[in-house]
């Protein structure tokens, strides 16, 4: 049986269906098993990197488990995943597929790079075979990034990033459980874009002029103080354009083609399959609705 941890989060769930429609034997975990859609003969568990009788109770009769990063802060999170880590070697399971990120390194400057980087170090002291995916910066978190005004600020610099959807992601995880054990797998896109790239293809898609503004980091750090963001989510925003910046995220590889047997989806075929996730960058912005700002 296969077990996905994280099955109510947005790469959870679609890991759940892709398996399910090729009906493999399945339990889902998540710490609200409510939420979870009911498919036929698939189990449901409740379950919490925080409370380790929950995992006990979840990784029973195993063989192969997806775990994907809880909510915890970095310094935090790499604890929650060690008390899986050893629930699966507890449980005899035959293999551990982890969803790490590019770059875990201990000296990332994205926090939660380092945070994976001890979280693979837990895996193979645990000596359960596994596999470590890890993923480039998501396509779907420049969403995130834009402002009101369409325009991403951030110390970025001119780095890039060979970005890669969720949708990819999710792909790979699921061939990664039916598969054996395979080491390290960097899971890209097909394409290396800066951050001005990725914001002048999305506009192109709702048809708007959206942009990115490189700042200082000076500049960054004031700008977040003003709106009141604690310091732990400023080290999270500016660590995760630094990271861009200093090329952590600047690598390319064939690892999703060698797993999926399929090509990576570029930004305009993704958001084209996805165009709801557009709708709040089509929304009036503030330029748009003052044309004197």
Request: hydrophobic share 35%; net charge negative; with cysteine.
């Amino acid at each position: 049986m296969i077990l996905v941890t994280g099955a109510s989060g947005r790469i959870g769930s679609r890991v759940a269906k892709y398996l399910v429609s090729q009906q493999q034997p399945l339990r889902l975990m998540s710490r609200t098993p409510d939420n979870l859609p009911d498919y036929e003969g698939v189990e449901k568990v409740f379950g919490d990197f925080e409370d380790q009788e929950s995992l006990e109770t979840a990784f029973d009769g195993i063989y192969t488990a997806l775990i994907i990063s809880g909510q915890a802060l970095p310094g935090n999170r790499c604890v929650g995943h060690k008390y899986a880590f050893d629930a699966a070697k507890a449980a005899n399971v035959g293999h551990v597929v982890y969803l790490s990120l590019l770059g875990a390194t201990p000296e990332s400057e994205f926090p939660y790079c380092r945070d994976h980087y001890q979280s693979e170090k837990f895996l193979a002291a645990s000596g359960v075979p596994h596999t470590v995916l890890r993923p480039s910066f998501y396509l779907d978190h420049f969403l995130e990034k834009f402002d009101a005004n369409g325009v991403i600020r951030g110390p970025g610099g001119t780095g890039n990033g060979a970005f890669v959807s969720r949708e990819d992601v999710a792909r790979a995880a699921a061939a990664a459980v039916l598969a054996k054990p395979g080491g390290v797998l960097e899971i890209t896109g097909p394409e290396l874009l800066s951050i001005d790239d990725v914001a002048r293809r999305i506009g192109y898609l709702v048809g708007k002029d959206l942009k990115y503004v490189n700042e200082f980091l000076t500049e960054t750090q004031n700008r977040l103080n003003a709106a009141d963001v604690s310091k732990g989510k400023q080290n999270l925003e500016i660590g995760w354009f630094q990271a861009i910046s200093k090329g952590e995220q600047s690598k390319l590889t064939d690892d999703f083609s060698k797993l999926t047997k399929a090509e990576p989806q570029t930004l305009e075929e993704y958001f084209g399959e996805n165009l709801e996730l557009l709708n709040k960058l089509r929304a009036p912005s503030v330029s748009d609705a003052d044309p004197t700002r």
